[in-house]
Structures are given as C-alpha cells and as structure tokens.
C-alpha cells in the first residue's frame, strides 16, 4: 500500500519560517501532482499549494510570495517551505498526492496531518 509521511510541524512566533516534508512509500507506479492543504479549527480545508511533476506551482492567494512548494521526484517528496508565518496561517496541514500504485488507475492519497501553530 502507499503511505504518506509528514514531518516538520510544530510552533513558531509570528515572522518565522518552517519547513514541511512529505515522502510517499510503498508499491508506487508513478505520482502526478502533489500539494499541501491545510484546515483551521471551524474552518472548511482549503489548498495551500499544488506542484506538478515539471514543477508548476499553484498557491492560494493569502500564501503567495511567502510559501514555496517543491518536490524531489526521485525521492517522491514534496516540501512546503513557510516564510514570514502569521496566525491566521495556524491550522493542520496535510499532503496530498495524486498516485498510480501499478500502472492503471490514480488516486489521491492523504497524510496524517501536522499541527503548525502560529503565536502573535
């Protein structure tokens, strides 16, 4: 089975920079898009950032210019680098991966979830 791993959360002030990962294992054929979403307590999930395989990006508009989503194929990881952090962007933030296990048939596969909270 394919599993996605998460790592990188925690607690920062206000101003600061966190680096989130996310490595896909397990029986992989191949991995189209990936990205980041996130979900604030009472709040809907909403996308953070999207990358393709030849690396075009998309980003929500109140991360753009301070987030930066990239991927390493060979390592089928995807990394979320988070500059100039404010609260508002508290929330859990989870990986998503759009993956073929055999050679028919995608799907989206989810993280577990990691925690990133933003002190004022």
């Known amino acids: 089975q394919v599993q996605l791993v998460e790592s990188g959360g925690g607690l920062v002030q206000a101003g600061g920079s966190l680096r989130l990962s996310c490595a896909a294992s397990g029986s992989i054929f191949s991995i189209n898009g990936m990205g980041w979403y996130r979900q604030a307590p009472g709040k809907q999930r909403e996308l953070v950032a999207t990358i393709t395989p030849g690396g075009r990006t998309n980003y929500a508009d109140s991360v753009k210019g301070r987030f930066t989503v990239s991927r390493d194929n060979a390592k089928n990881t995807v990394f979320l680098q988070m500059n100039s952090l404010k609260p508002e962007d508290t929330a859990v933030y989870y990986c998503?991966?759009?993956?073929?296990?055999?050679?028919?048939?995608?799907?989206?596969?989810w993280g577990q979830g990691t925690q990133v909270t933003v002190s004022s």
């Open positions: 998503n991966a759009y993956i073929a296990p055999t050679g028919w048939g995608y799907r989206d596969y």
